[in-house]
C-alpha cells in the first residue's frame, strides 16, 4: 500500500499555538500564494505567447524563455508543497504489513532517508546554481541563476520540512534508530568504496537494482529512491561532478514540454469544478452506461483521441482521468482498477501520433516521421482492443452499472447538454493541428475554453476554489517532475557507464537471426522502459540498434513501434516503472492498489504487443 502521509507529518503538529508552527504556518503559507501564481502566470504567459503569435502576428520571442525559468520554480515549490502533505508516493505494500510500531518506525525511516538525499544534494545544488549564475539567458538577457536558484532553494525547504517533521515524533527512540541507520547505510557504503572500485559495471546491479529495490519496498518516496542510487552511485564509483545530478534533475523538470502537466491537471480541475466534466460524462455513461464496463471502454478510447495533444503522458493522463474518475467511482469502479487501466493505456497510445518519442525516433535514425505517424495508428488500436478484451473478461460477471438502455431522447438532451464539453478535445486538436499554439500552449487554451465555458453555459464557477486547485495542482505536478527529474539523472548515470554500447553490441551477435533479435529486443525495451526516459533511451539506443534491425530486414517502421511499445510496458510496469506511478499520482490511489489489478492489463499489452511484432501489415498496411 501506498501513503499519501508520513507519521505526524502534518505542518501544524498539536502545538499550534507556538512560534515555530506560527512561522511553519507563515512558510507554507508563502510558498503555497507563489505557487499558486506560478500556474497562473504560466498560463497567462503561454496564452499570451499565442494570441501575440496567431492574432497579431508578433511572436514573443523571449515568452518560452520565461516560461521555462517559471517553470522550474513551479515543479520545485510544487515539490515543496507536496513533501510539507506528504504526498510524494511511496510504495508501503510490505511496510502495511507490520505490526503499527514498526510501520511507524518506517515512516520515520522514509522521512530519515529523504532528507538524507536533501543533505546530500545541497552543496550540488548550490554550487550547480552558483555556476549558473555568469551565464545569460539569449532573449531575456539575464542571468539563469534566477532559474537556477529553484533547485537549491527547493532543496533547503524540504531539507526543512523533513527535519521539522522528525522533530514532531512522539517517539524519538524510533528517530534516533533510524537516522542512525541511514548514517550506518551511508558509511558502510562509503567504506565499502575500493571494492566498489573494482566491481566496475556491476555496480549497476549493486544501486540501480539492489538500493533502488530496498528503498522503494522500506517506503522511501520514489523520487528519492531514485536520487539516492543516483547520487550513491556516482559519488562512490565515479569522479563526476556532483553537480551533474542536479543538473540532470533540471533537465528533466524542466523540459518546456512537460509544462503541459499542470496546465492539463488544472484543465481536469476546472472541467470538474464547472461542469462540464459532469456534462461530458453524463452523455456517455447515457451512451454506454447499459454495458458492463461502458466507462472503461470510454476511457480506453479517451486516453487513444487525446494521446500525443500534449507531448507528455503525464499531461494524456492528467487530461483524461479528473474527467472520467470521479463518476467511474460513483458507478461502483475499484479504484485500483481504474488507475492500473489509466496506465495500460498510457502504454498502449505511446505509438498514437503527434507523439514526441516518434519525433525523436525519426529525428535520431533518419526514418520517415510521416511514415511513424501513418504506422503508429493501428498498433495502438490492437493493444487498445486487447484491453477491450481485458475490460469484458472483467466486467462480464458484474452487474450492469446502470439500469435499463437510455432512449434516444434522453441521449440526445444530453448530447446537448454536453456540446460544448465535447467540442474541447476537438478544439485543442484543431488548435495544434491548424499551427494556433504549440502542443505546450495548447493546454492554456484548454483552461481558458474551460473557464468561458464554465462561466457563460454551465454557470457554475466557485472562485473560491481556484487558490486550493492551484495550489493542489502545483503540489501534484511537482511530486511528478521531481520523479521525472531523478529519473532522468538515472537514466545519464546508466548511459555514462558504457551499458548502452555493451547491450548493442550484445543484441547484434544473437544466435536466431530476426526473430531472436526482435524477441530480446522486446524484453531489452520493456526492462529499460522501466528505468530510462523514452527520449534518453531513444536518443541512446535508437542510432546503435535499428542499423542491426534493418541488416536483419526487419522493416524500420516496424522496429520502431515494437521498441516505442515495449518501453511503453516497462514505463508503465511496476515496480519500477515510473510512468506507474505518475499514473497512481495522477489517479490519487496507491500503487499497492492498482499493483494487484495490472497484472491482466499488462499481459493483454504484451499479447498486443507480440501481434504488432509477429505481424509487420499491423505498422506497414497503411503505408
Not at 510539507?84 to 511496510?95: D, Q
Not at 522511501?220 to 561532478?241: C, D, E, M, N, Q
Amino acid at each position: 500500500m501506498i501513503k499519501t502521509e508520513m507519521t505526524q507529518a502534518g505542518p501544524l503538529g498539536a502545538s499550534s499555538g507556538n512560534l515555530l508552527a506560527r512561522v511553519e504556518g507563515a512558510l507554507i503559507w508563502a510558498v503555497e500564494v507563489a505557487a499558486a501564481l506560478l500556474v497562473f502566470a504560466e498560463v497567462v504567459l503561454l496564452f499570451s505567447g499565442v494570441l501575440a503569435r496567431y492574432a497579431l502576428h508578433r511572436p514573443l520571442d523571449w515568452s518560452d524563455e520565461l516560461a521555462s525559468l517559471l517553470f522550474l520554480w513551479l515543479a520545485m515549490l510544487g515539490s515543496v508543497i507536496a513533501f510539507w502533505r506528504g504526498n510524494h508516493m511511496r510504495m508501503t505494500a510490505l511496510v502495511d504489513r507490520l505490526s503499527p510500531t514498526k510501520r511507524a518506525f518506517f515512516d520515520v525511516l522514509a522521512i530519515s532517508a529523504s532528507l538524507a538525499f536533501l543533505l546530500l544534494i545541497l552543496a550540488p545544488a548550490f554550487g550547480y546554481a552558483y555556476h549558473e549564475a555568469d551565464v545569460t539567458t539569449p532573449a531575456l538577457e539575464i542571468s539563469t541563476l534566477w532559474r537556477a536558484a529553484a533547485m537549491p532553494v527547493g532543496a533547503a525547504l524540504m531539507t526543512l520540512s523533513a527535519l521539522l517533521q522528525l522533530a514532531r515524533v512522539a517517539n524519538w527512540r524510533a528517530v534516533m534508530a533510524a537516522v542512525l541507520l541511514v548514517a550506518g547505510i551511508a558509511a558502510t557504503l562509503a567504506l565499502a568504496m575500493p571494492v566498489l572500485e573494482r566491481l566496475g559495471n556491476y555496480n549497476l546491479v549493486v544501486f540501480f537494482v539492489v538500493v533502488v529495490t530496498a528503498t522503494v519496498l522500506t517506503g522511501v518516496p520514489i523520487a528519492f529512491a531514485f536520487g539516492l542510487a543516483t547520487f550513491s552511485y556516482l559519488a562512490l564509483t565515479t569522479s563526476v561532478p556532483l553537480t551533474v545530478v542536479v543538473g540532470r534533475m533540471d533537465e528533466g523538470m524542466s523540459h518546456i514540454m512537460l509544462l503541459a502537466v499542470p496546465l492539463f491537471v488544472f484543465v481536469g480541475q476546472l472541467m470538474e469544478m464547472t461542469g462540464i466534466a459532469k456534462a461530458m460524462v453524463g452523455f456517455l455513461a447515457n451512451l454506454l452506461g447499459h454495458v458492463r464496463g461502458g466507462l472503461s471502454y470510454v476511457l480506453i478510447g479517451a486516453m487513444y483521441l487525446l494521446s500525443g495533444i500534449s507531448g507528455s503522458k503525464a499531461a494524456d493522463m492528467a487530461a483524461v482521468a479528473p474527467v472520467l474518475f470521479p463518476e467511474m467511482k460513483k458507478r461502483g469502479s475499484d479504484p485500483g482498477d481504474l488507475t492500473a487501466l489509466l496506465a495500460a493505456t498510457g502504454a498502449q497510445t505511446e505509438t498514437v501520433p503527434p507523439g514526441i518519442v516518434l519525433i525523436t525516433i525519426g529525428s535520431v535514425t533518419g526514418v520517415s516521421i510521416t511514415a511513424l505517424f501513418i504506422g503508429g495508428l493501428l498498433p495502438a488500436v490492437t493493444l487498445g482492443l486487447a484491453l477491450c478484451a481485458v475490460v469484458w473478461m472483467r466486467s462480464r460477471h458484474e452487474a450492469k452499472q446502470s439500469g435499463a438502455r437510455a432512449g434516444l431522447r434522453l441521449i440526445g438532451r444530453s448530447f446537448v447538454i454536453a456540446l460544448p464539453a465535447l467540442i474541447l478535445p476537438v478544439v485543442i486538436r484543431t488548435a495544434v493541428v491548424e499551427g494556433v499554439a504549440t502542443a505546450t500552449e495548447v493546454s492554456t487554451i484548454g483552461v481558458i475554453y474551460a473557464v468561458i465555458v464554465g462561466l457563460l453555459i454551465y454557470r457554475q464557477f466557485d472562485w473560491r476554489r481556484v487558490k486550493p486547485m492551484l495550489v493542489d495542482t502545483a503540489a501534484l505536478s511537482g511530486s511528478i517532475l521531481l520523479i521525472i527529474g531523478t529519473a532522468t539523472s538515472m537514466a545519464w548515470a546508466l548511459t555514462q557507464s558504457g551499458f548502452s554500447q555493451d547491450l548493442a553490441y550484445v543484441m547484434s551477435h544473437l544466435p536466431g537471426g530476426a526473430p531472436t533479435f526482435m524477441a530480446v529486443s522486446i524484453v531489452a525495451f520493456i526492462v529499460l522502459g522501466s528505468v530510462l526516459e523514452g527520449i534518453p533511451a531513444i536518443v541512446l539506443f535508437g542510432p546503435l540498434l535499428f542499423p542491426v534491425a534493418r541488416m536483419m530486414g526487419i522493416h524500420e517502421v516496424q522496429y520502431a513501434m515494437v521498441v516505442v511499445l515495449a518501453m511503453g510496458v516497462g514505463l508503465f510496469a511496476p515496480p519500477f516503472g515510473v510512468g506507474y506511478y505518475m499514473a497512481c499520482a495522477i489517479g490519487k490511489v496507491d500503487p499497492s492498489l492498482a499493483m494487484r489489478r495490472i497484472w491482466g492489463y499488462l499481459a493483454a499489452l504484451i499479447v498486443g504487443l507480440l501481434v504488432v511484432a509477429a505481424v509487420p501489415w499491423v505498422s506497414t498496411g497503411f503505408l
